[in-house]
């Protein structure tokens, strides 16, 4: 059952026909937030009909041949695979290029495409390099596509600042962001099919000022921008009319200004109903007592903390500001605070990591169990990795990547030891790590290249092994050197048309890491 939480129009009379799609299916779209914010400002528009569309929905409302435009947004790159099963499912053309007059107009957005549209822009007719308030200009263009041409409802649609038109390319496409002073994005739309079932969530902030070099959250998102604290109370008052579930969410979420009265505002909610509460992902400089406390209350049996790296030198050089006193006391604080376990996060395979690094890691669990232990009460670690992958448009872009033979060799040091101390380790798919890695620097378009891999199954195997009969050929350049992709040399990556308003931040950051001329 849905509950909707917000006025729908009544007595629409529709211009266009929307499909908003989720590339993976009903369960986690209804967990996004973002899939369902746009869905309201979508549903809100008195000029289109929309309808969501997930990878697992079996019949649709309006037949794809009524459908004037289809938007989706990528989180992750290998969503991207499932987009393509998507469009063929409805036999839609897949590229831009194939697409006539009545075709629908395909537009993407999310993080993958605007940090690096390149290896997929050919799917799409544009690309919403921006966030909500560049949607909502696009389809006061859109609602009149009946009445001009496709490529006149393109060319307009490429005046807009935060839209880019691969068709008609501009030099520099300017992120645009939201104005998160007035308002608070939180779950419109009440779900028990979602992943969180009855989970209403809340966005405290959106980006992070920490800056860690290989963190895109922060990057795409600078400046940080927190939701006002009277609109997230009122928000979180909403919620709990009509569920007991509230998740805080948020890349830093615990440096809201207003943090530690939201959590007693909530503490003090906890005194009448019976409130689940869950965070994101807490910062470990930043988790103290009474937000434990508070946790535990509200019936949070674990939380999860990112340290990314083992060894002090390693955090450092990636410039996560985080200590092991500061690891040790925030361990020591969610078992004394009463929470049963915690699970903590790192990377394998960062730039300059060494063995050594990863000994350090194993050192630093065995002291949080040491410590752990003298309480004499039960708490459970586990430790999850993936492995680093290097992102466009942060500081590590043009790092190499550890080969694969090197990650194999730290993950099974952490498996053999772990184990030994009694930590439960969740090793990562190094595999598919090394197509995200692929797939998030590739500076060519990978369009007919990723729609084979769909027709050939679309699993890693065909991945794999169509990349390696490509480049034989030499249409790809090596499978090895691809997942490795040394861009040692200086020179501008084709990605930087995009501007995240961070580029000069960025270019000091590559300058200390190369101490050489960056462009
Ligand atoms: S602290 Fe976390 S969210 Fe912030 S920049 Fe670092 S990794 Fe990203």
Redesign the pocket.
Known sequence: MEKFLYQRLNNKEPKINVWWMYPAIESFAMASLGYLTIFKLLDLNKDLYVERVYSDTQTTQIPPQNIDCIGLSISFEIDILNMIKMLKKYSIPLKSSQRKENDPIIFGGGPVLMSNPLPYEEFFDFISIGEKCCLNKAFEILKNKHSFSRDEILAQLSELEGIYVPKFKKDTVKIIRDNLNDEVVYTEILSDKSFFKDTFVIELER??????N??????LNLPTRFAPYEKIIEAIDLGLKHTNKLALLG??VAGHPRFEDIINYIAQKCETKKIELSIS?L?ADLADENLIKTLVKCNQKTATI?L?AGSQRLRDYI????TEAQILKTVETAQLGGLKGLKIYAMVGLPTEEDEDIEILVELMKKIKAQIKKTKQAFEITLSTSTFIPKAQTPFEKVERTDKKTLEKRINYLKKNLAKIGVNYRAPSIEWDIIQSILSRYEDSLADFLIEVVENGGNLGAFKQLWRKYSKIQVLPSYENSTQMPLKNIKAPKWNFIDTGANNLKKMRLGELYSGPIH
Request: charged content about 25%; aromatic content about 14%; some cysteine.
């Open positions: 980006g992070c000022p920490k800056m860690c290989f963190c895109l959250a922060s990057w890349a830093y992902s910062r990112a990314e410039k996560k500001d985080l």
